[in-house]
């Protein structure tokens, strides 16, 4: 019996290392019908939805112009083919998306001069799914991040402030929480989290508790470079006053309670985040801090789009390297279904761009 229990002891920590040692396969998906951000993305267990998302075109006067997608669509991974799916009711970018029991939820976001409070629903389990509206928030939230936990949907930091102003960034730095098995509570605040100045944190929930990564910390005092024909568009860095952090965190739901973890390997900032296992978070791209301004002669410090991939351990509080995307993005989706990663669109290689592509990364 002794022999039959130490032999289950040592399959089970054999089982429990094999997500962050099955190290991606990447390679191509179909292309999504538009290149797009993928903020509001989210796994049901036969396809990936996305739901709005913005791109960047230049117009005939050679202007940059930001357009807000009110587009869903949905991945079938069975025959692999981009389905429409009913259009929002309203233009979205940076909301939060998440699939419970049947239902997918859209939290926030914004459109072009406007921030989002509203969260809409659409039920798969209806003959014509449509969108129908749940509990708003107490106010517009866009850019925040989350996860679920037993039927709880978390959203975690983001932005409220004006849309208008060109940089809006009044910070919304807690942590609120909607219970779809009572959706008359509606939304409740939980508590205020670390870091209350960072924003374009990424998050996940595993096992119980809630992690955040990661992030930028605003510089005021580094002024854009300019010259008379306008701002410079710099390679590393068009985005000067903006920081990336290493900061982790975890939130212990049951004990409501904060933890420090070990740090980013690669101060980072908006990169993809997703649970595997109950045990490992893997985080998959975004935009890295690649020399800090107290190794450049201007004080300056370089940032750049990633394609490094990490897998995190929750229970030892470690990183291990994965293989890296197979191109640079950040504002991602990444969502994992029955041992496939999916990497869904995002802002491709440099800010102002968007990319269509879809990877697809095995666990191996």
Not at 44 to 56: L, N, P
Not at 73 to 80: E, P, S, T
Not at 330 to 345: F, H, P, S, W
Request: proline residues 7%; glycine residues 10%.
């Amino acid at each position: 019996m002794k022999k039959v229990m130490s032999a289950l002891i040592l399959l089970l920590a054999v089982y429990s290392c094999t997500a962050q040692n099955q190290n991606p396969n990447w390679s191509w998906g179909p292309v999504i019908p538009i290149p797009k951000s993928s903020w509001a993305t989210a796994a049901k267990s036969d396809a990936v939805i996305t739901v709005g998302g913005t791109f960047w075109s230049t117009n005939a006067d050679g202007v940059d112009v930001k357009t807000w997608l009110s587009t869903s669509y949905r991945l079938n991974i069975k025959d692999m083919k981009w389905e429409s799916l009913p259009d929002y009711p309203q233009p979205l970018g940076y909301g939060f998306a998440a699939f419970v029991k049947g239902k997918l939820y859209v939290v926030g976001g914004r459109g072009g001069l406007r921030g989002n409070a509203e969260t809409f629903i659409l039920d798969f389990s209806a003959e014509v799914p449509e969108w129908y509206t749940g509990p708003s928030l107490p106010q517009p939230r866009w850019q925040h991040k989350g996860g679920v936990i037993d039927g709880v949907i978390y959203i975690i930091g983001g932005t409220t402030d004006d849309p208008s102003k060109e940089n809006a960034t009044q910070l919304s730095p807690d942590i609120l929480a909607l219970d779809t098995h009572n959706l008359k509570k509606g939304w409740q605040f939980i508590t205020d989290i670390p870091a209350s100045e960072t924003m374009w944190q990424f998050a996940a929930a595993c096992d119980g508790k809630l992690y955040i990564f990661g992030g930028v910390v605003q510089k005021p005092d580094m002024g854009e470079r300019t010259t008379s024909a306008g701002t410079l568009r710099i390679t590393e860095n068009n985005q000067l006053p903006l920081v990336p952090q290493t900061d982790a965190f975890s939130f212990d739901i049951v004990n409501s309670e904060w933890k420090v973890l070990q740090p980013l390997p690669t101060p980072k900032c908006l990169a993809g985040c997703v649970a595997i296992d109950d045990r490992y978070i893997f985080i998959a791209g975004g935009v890295d801090l690649v020399v800090p301004g107290s190794q450049t002669p201007d004080s300056r410090p370089r940032i750049n789009f990633s394609t490094g991939c990490w897998f995190y351990d929750t229970v030892r509080d470690t990183y291990k390297p994965a293989s890296p995307l197979l191109k640079a993005v950040c504002d991602e989706g990444l969502v994992c279904i029955d041992g496939l990663l999916y990497a869904i669109g995002g802002e491709g290689n440099a800010f102002k761009t968007r990319t269509d592509l879809v990877q697809i990364g095995k666990l191996r």
